[in-house]
């Protein structure tokens, strides 16, 4: 398997612009999260889905921030519109054994988004 | 707030010495914690995890201690090589919870 895969892996725009991130999990993982990493607060966990359906959602910051799971293999995390502060590196990751999982999550690469 | 601290953002240290790195937590009911490991460009991977009925952990050169009392676990790791260079982020995740807290990471860079 690929794992987890994200893109773009760089991402630079323009306050205000709409901006989609987006996320392939690992094929057979039932969870999947989105986290968010700066200096100041390291890895915020922003919402996490479970086959397809989100959990939780308290971790998203306002509503400018919106996710989807479409379908098992794909989800996007889309901020509209886009400030300045957003600026931060976004990771996708996936689980097949659940929440606590064990052996932790599975991360992709991550997505550095730049608002200026 | 964080629940989970680590204060060092960086420590330094010499090829073939120890390595600790440091963790906090407040909550009492955090009873698993892990550490990953992150290169730069890429995500945290799994390297090491603890329960709270245990007190060390050990895989190899890397061995987690946890102190309840103190709310406080560590990550030693001996002999420290230079590929461990890269920033160490732990985690925390209580029974009850719906997630994993993690802690703002430490840059780890071993000195050949």
């Known amino acids: 398997d690929a794992g987890v895969i994200q893109s773009p892996r760089h991402e630079v725009t323009e306050m205000g612009q709409e901006v989609t991130l987006r996320c392939k999990p690992i094929?057979?993982?039932?969870?999947l999260f989105w986290y968010r990493q700066t200096m100041m607060r390291g890895l915020e966990l922003l919402i996490y889905?479970?086959?397809?359906?989100?959990?939780?959602d308290s971790g998203m910051p306002e509503d400018r921030f919106s996710a989807k799971m479409p379908n098992a293999s794909f989800s996007t995390l889309k901020i509209q519109p886009s400030e300045p502060r957003d600026s931060a590196v976004y990771f996708c990751?996936?689980?097949?054994?659940?929440?606590?999982?064990?052996?932790?999550?599975?991360f992709g690469s991550g997505t550095r988004l730049t608002v200026v | 707030d964080q629940q989970v601290k680590q204060n060092s953002p960086s420590l330094s240290v010499q090829e073939g010495r120890i390595s600790i790195l440091n963790c906090d937590y407040t909550?009492?009911?955090?009873?698993?914690f892990l550490w990953y490991k992150k290169y730069p460009a890429e995500g945290p991977t799994f390297l090491i995890s603890i329960s709270s009925i245990k007190d060390k952990n050990e895989d190899g050169r890397f061995t987690v201690f946890l102190n309840k009392s103190a709310k406080h676990l560590s990550l030693h790791i001996v002999p420290s090589q230079p590929g461990d260079s890269a920033v160490y982020f732990c985690a925390a995740s209580s029974y009850t919870g719906n997630q994993f807290y993690f802690g703002t990471g430490t840059s780890l860079t071993v000195i050949p």
């Open positions: 889905f479970n086959n397809n359906v989100p959990i939780d």
């Open positions: 990751a996936s689980s097949f054994t659940g929440v606590r999982a064990n052996y932790g999550y599975t």
């Open positions: 909550n009492s009911m955090f009873d698993y």
């Open positions: 094929s057979g993982h039932d969870y």
